[in-house]
């Protein structure tokens, strides 16, 4: 199981980006997909995730403002970010976990990829 994360730059508070999550080694049909980010000085913490099951969870702080989908045929998961913040800026993470539900748990998930990084900046 391989992760690859990318998407990821230098945005204006308001801006938008999209990461993508391409999955290699497995098949979203039985693998749920959470992204995370880490700020300097600070813990990993979970941002929002999308199951096998198609069902989605985000966290609070991007409530309204993150999308999460899939792309079956390019085993790939995006994270659509709008409405940028400068509390935004972070390195993001895919990770993968073989079950149908996604919870927003690191300690959920036992495949991780490289992270990318994004900057809210004006």
């Known amino acids: 199981v391989q992760l690859q994360a990318s998407g990821g730059g230098l945005v204006q508070p308001g801006g938008s980006l999209r990461l993508a999550c391409v999955g290699s080694?497995?098949?979203?049909?039985?693998?749920?997909i959470g992204w995370f980010r880490q700020a300097p000085g600070k813990e990993r913490e979970a941002v929002s995730c999308?199951?096998?099951?198609?069902?989605?969870s985000h966290e609070d702080s991007v409530k309204g403002r993150f999308a999460i989908s899939d792309d079956k045929g390019k085993n790939t998961v995006y994270l659509q970010m709008d409405s940028l913040r400068p509390e935004d800026t972070a390195v993001y993470y895919c990770?993968?976990?073989?079950?149908?539900?996604?919870?927003?748990?690191?300690?959920?998930?036992?495949?991780w990829g490289q992270g990318t990084l994004v900057t809210v900046s004006s």
């Open positions: 999308f199951g096998s099951d198609g069902g989605t």
């Open positions: 990770a993968a976990a073989r079950t149908r539900v996604c919870y927003l748990l690191t300690d959920w998930y036992s495949h």
């Open positions: 080694g497995f098949t979203l049909d039985y693998y749920s």
